[in-house]
């Protein structure tokens, strides 16, 4: 990024920079991973306050951005449960007034506010008891504010509560930032070669930088993040292209030229139903790729239940076909024990050979495959990460595939795909929907097919939701779900910052829940992190055995079945889950025969982010539609799958939300570019080259990630 040959400034250790000093380095150091000048320099801001903008009272008609106010106190007020649970202040500014509103802190705003002394306040408008107010707002009197901020767009940092609490607010950042820039700034080299920089009429990188933490105005500002977010994009998606057309060239694929017996006859005889159209087209999509002499590397997506195992298997029969063995890998024994039997079922009388290697496989059995494996009799296998052993060899594997892959890390993947010496076709399935410019990330250097149908029949579950209020209403529905032989799940949050609150939350439900639905008619059970695994198995099993008609959990990903027979998911404080994490939940109901239900219940305080959630969850079950949505509310680090995908997810500025257009730019740039010069060998793209030269000194190869 930046020329290496001499000693830079910018290279400098970050306690050196006047103002930090030791302590601060080590808070910045642990809470956001700044060690030198050049990380602070690449610490952006998250948002920019136009403070030389004032809005009246009377004009404030949304409650989606911040506002600035210039006014008065009329009168205070503490107000909710005995008169103190909130602090309220009643603000007016001659064109209407407006609440302000503390729930914290109560004491140091009280003493500190006087009534009838000018104050600007700033925040974000909510609607709390049907009234507009601030909560929690920046307040300061309008006579002491801060002119040697200077700024008209203000830049706000990310901070963490510990730097806040330590003397580092985003204020205290920004004038680190009026000290690091003027220091460093003849030092930043353009990365970017003049043709492409021309061509998006970019600004330079020094510009840019300089712009983005003092903007003069929005246009500039906005030059700048295009920039940097551009810039960003666009090296990764040239590393990824790169990678991947060298390990095209590198690598051979088998060739699966032919469609013979097993194929046939399976189609013609085993298949229990019609083939939904999707399923139809990523069976072509992969037998394009099979048989075109390449290595396959494909991204299966499908929601829970679109019969992505079906495609599997039939992908499988095909490397059967051509003379070569097969292989499904998943995360858990109880997943790999399912698609085992499933498979099993569907092939039926035909005279294939499979197999189930689990952790717990006996010796005898495993010696058994182990041998069967090496001398080409067992044809497919079927297991967990036992089948990564070293001890399990195959004669010929042609053929793997990979459930729920965001479980696996990159290097048990690569274990997998270096049994042979050729690599085998690589078929990754996974049940989270990723969003389209996610994927073009985190897997671009893989193939995506996508089954967005599902078989014919199924009923969609029905998600509404309930204050906290209505709970009895919703004991009554449990009841007479109950008396008709189904099963629930009541689902509490678990979050680790609030980890006691959480379990005492969890108790405190439980016992409620007892309390509602006593023996003898009744029985719960209960599964939590905090339990010993015998404990929770056991609990499981009187669960999936029906001998406990509700199932009380932190989250039932630590649960983990199938239970057809439970049709109610009951999520408690459901504000408090990500879109993700509420569609999975979702998930496990909807899998018998009969109308499932989702209920997601808060209580009446919801954030606008909240009650979007919430309001997604009820108008859809698409799981496409849902993750484009987090992806647009929450940023890509937190959607279900990336952290685990292995890859370093660090984007400083552009974001995978909202920034598409930028990223499907930046990728065409990058494809054109290696089209032309593969190698990144000709003069006018040296700084490419040096660049992913650097990129690759120090990350995760991209282009051996299967
Ligand atoms: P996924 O792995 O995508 O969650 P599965 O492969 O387990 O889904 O399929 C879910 C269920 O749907 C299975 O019982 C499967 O047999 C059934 N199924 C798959 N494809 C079809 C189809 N085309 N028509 C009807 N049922 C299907
Ligand atoms: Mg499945």
């Known amino acids: 990024m930046f020329s290496k040959e001499k000693v830079l400034i910018l290279d400098t250790d970050i306690k050196f920079l006047p103002g930090v000093g030791p302590k601060k380095a080590e808070l910045l150091n642990k809470e956001l991973s700044i060690f030198r000048y050049r990380d602070l320099l690449y610490h952006f801001p998250y948002k920019y306050v136009d403070r030389s903008k004032f809005y009246t009272i009377a004009e404030i008609d949304s409650t989606e951005t911040y506002i600035q106010l210039r006014g008065k106190i009329n009168r205070f007020e503490l ?175 088998f060739v699966f030229e032919k469609v013979g017996e097993y194929l046939n006859q399976f189609y013609k005889n085993n298949l229990p139903f019609e083939l939904t159209g999707a399923q139809k087209r990523v069976i072509r999509e992969i037998r394009a ?190 009841r007479r779900q109950i008396a008709a032989g189904r099963q629930v799940y009541i689902v509490y949050p678990l979050i680790k910052e609030s980890e006691k609150m959480d379990y005492k939350d969890l108790e405190d439900g439980y016992e409620s829940i007892v309390q509602a639905f006593p023996p003898p008619n009744y029985q719960v059970s209960i599964v939590h992190g905090k339990m010993k695994q015998d404990a929770k198995d056991l609990e499981m099993k009187r669960f999936v055995e029906g001998q406990t008609q509700i199932m009380v959990a932190t989250t039932v990903i630590e649960v983990g079945v199938d239970v057809p027979n439970a049709s109610i998911m009951v999520i408690e404080s459901a504000e408090r889950f990500g879109l993700s994490q509420l569609h999975q939940l979702r998930g496990r109901v909807g899998r018998g025969a009969e109308q499932s239900y989702c209920i997601l219940m808060t209580s009446y305080k919801l954030s606008i982010e909240g009650r979007r959630r919430i309001e997604l969850m009820t108008q859809t079950t698409d799981g496409f539609e849902i993750s484009e949505a987090d992806l647009k509310m929450r940023g890509p680090g937190d959607i279900e799958g990336t952290q685990q995908s292995g890859i370093p997810f660090d984007l400083k500025i552009a974001s995978l939300g909202q920034d598409g257009q930028i990223l499907q730019l930046a990728r065409d740039a990058a494809d054109a570019i290696l089209n032309h010069d593969p190698d990144l060998a000709k003069p006018i793209n040296t700084l490419l080259n040096s660049r992913i030269k650097e990129m690759n000194r120090k990350e995760v190869d991209w282009g051996q990630i299967s």
């Not at 290595?295 to 992505?308: A, E, F, I, T, Y």
């Not at 599997?312 to 490397?319: F, G, Q, S, V």
């Not at 079922?345 to 189930?356: E, P, S, T, Y």
């Open 79 to 253: 107000a909710g449960e005995k008169h103190k649970s909130r602090f309220v202040a009643h603000f007016s500014d001659g064109t209407g007034s407006i609440e302000l509103l503390w729930f914290k802190g109560i004491k140091w705003v009280k003493e500190r506010l006087k009534p009838g002394v000018e104050y600007i306040v700033f925040g974000k408008p909510s609607i709390f008891n049907r009234k507009m107010n601030l909560v929690h707002p920046e307040i300061e009197e309008a006579a002491s504010i801060d002119k040697s901020l200077n700024a008209n767009l203000e830049a706000h940092y990310p901070t963490t509560e510990k730097m806040k609490n330590n003397f580092l607010p985003s204020k205290a950042i920004f004038r680190l930032m009026q000290v690091l820039v003027p220091l460093v700034q003849d030092e930043i080299v353009e990365n970017l070669p003049a043709y492409l920089r021309n061509k998006f009429k970019l600004m330079s990188l020094k510009d840019a930088l300089v712009a983005v933490h003092f903007p003069d105005n929005s246009q500039q500002l906005e030059k700048a993040r295009f920039r940097l977010k551009y810039e960003e994009l666009f090296f990764i998606q040239l590393n990824i292209i790169f990678q991947k057309k060298l390990r095209q060239v590198q690598t051979h694929g």
């Open 289 to 478: 790729d099979i048989g075109s002499g390449k290595q396959m590397n494909r991204l299966l997506q499908g929601d829970v239940g679109s019969g992505k195992t079906l495609v599997a298997l039939m992908c499988m029969l095909i490397a059967l076909d051509n003379g070569y063995q097969a292989c499904l890998m998943a995360p858990t024994e109880i997943l790999a024990k399912q698609h085992f039997d499933s498979i099993y079922n569907f092939l039926d009388d035909m005279d294939i050979q499979i197999a189930l290697l689990t952790g717990s496989t006996k010796k005898k059995q495993r010696d058994f495959i182990h041998a069967a494996l090496l001398d080409g009799s067992l044809q497919i296998l079927i297991g967990t990460h036992a089948l990564l052993e070293d001890v399990v060899q195959f004669k010929n594997l042609g053929f793997v595939v990979i459930d729920e892959q965001h479980r696996f890390g990159v290097a048990q993947r690569a274990r997998l795909w270096k049994k042979n010496e050729n690599p085998p076709h690589v078929l990754v399935m996974t049940a989270t929907p990723i969003p389209r410019t996610l994927a073009m990330t985190v897997y671009g250097d893989l193939e995506v097919s996508v089954i967005d149908e599902l078989p014919p029949g199924r009923k969609p579950i029905k998600t509404s939701h309930y204050y906290d209020s209505k709970r009895l209403e919703v004991f009554g529905f449990m």
